[in-house]
């Protein structure tokens, strides 16, 4: 299994707070993803990097922001937490080498917005 | 626009063949994935797809045709634990981004 560690785990939190989860990986993979996963949507991309300090949209990405200070580290931030962004949220890694450059997915993080 | 459709729920039985199958439009292609997510899991890749045919990796197949944006997910000898949910992904265009758009999942039941 790909290292990749997610934390918190499980947060609730209040309308209007700040929000900071953290996907932490130990196969040194120059790419990285966040993605929320909701009945009915499936899987999309908030953000994703492409190496230290490089980072770009996905197709739902306001309301969020996203650093990676280094390889190890990618930190997805709600500004003002919604309840709209109540969700189950994945990091995920990939490597440019190889056939497929498959995605492996961290365990994930339950976020509810009270 | 960007569109992909699999069947919410199946239904099958153990020891049986089950096909799941995922229609495409999207604005570039680069590869099919297969994904398995077992309930309150992570993902997890099965299988990847790039040209027309079947790929098959042990109890499980992956075909693809790109002609008719289609691909299918078969699952031979069914087992219990095959209970969950597959989802359908596509890579949007080449270059080193390497994003995928999911599908919404087709959430499996195997009954004994």
């Known amino acids: 299994d790909a290292g990749i560690t997610q934390s918190p785990r499980h947060k609730v939190t209040e309308t209007g707070t700040p929000v900071t989860l953290r996907c932490h990986q130990t196969e040194n993979h120059r790419y990285m993803y966040w993605y929320r996963q909701d009945p009915g949507h499936g899987l999309r991309l908030i953000h994703y990097?492409?190496?230290?300090?490089?980072?770009d949209k996905g197709e739902v990405s306001d309301g969020y922001s996203v650093s990676r200070s280094k390889t190890e580290d990618f930190l997805l931030t709600l500004e003002s937490a919604t309840s709209s962004q109540t969700s189950v949220y994945f990091c995920?890694?990939?490597?440019?080498?190889?056939?497929?450059?498959?995605?492996?997915f961290g365990p994930g993080t339950r976020l509810t917005v009270t | 626009g960007q569109n992909i459709d699999q069947p919410t729920e199946m239904t099958a039985t153990e020891g049986a063949i089950v096909q799941i199958n995922c229609t495409y439009q999207t604005s570039g292609f680069n590869g099919l994935f297969w994904y398995q997510q077992h309930a309150g899991e992570a993902p997890t890749f099965l299988s990847y797809n790039v040209l027309d045919g079947l790929e098959e990796k042990g109890r499980f197949s992956s075909f693809l045709s790109r002609s008719k944006g289609y691909s299918y997910l078969l699952l031979k000898e069914l087992q219990m634990k095959d209970s969950a949910s597959y989802l359908c992904?596509?890579?949007?265009?080449?270059?080193?981004?390497?994003?995928?758009?999911f599908g919404t999942g087709t959430l499996l039941a195997v009954q004994p």
């Open positions: 992904a596509v890579r949007d265009g080449g270059g080193a981004t390497n994003k995928l758009i």
């Open positions: 990097s492409y190496g230290v300090k490089d980072t």
């Open positions: 995920a890694i990939s490597e440019s080498t190889g056939r497929s450059f498959e995605q492996y």
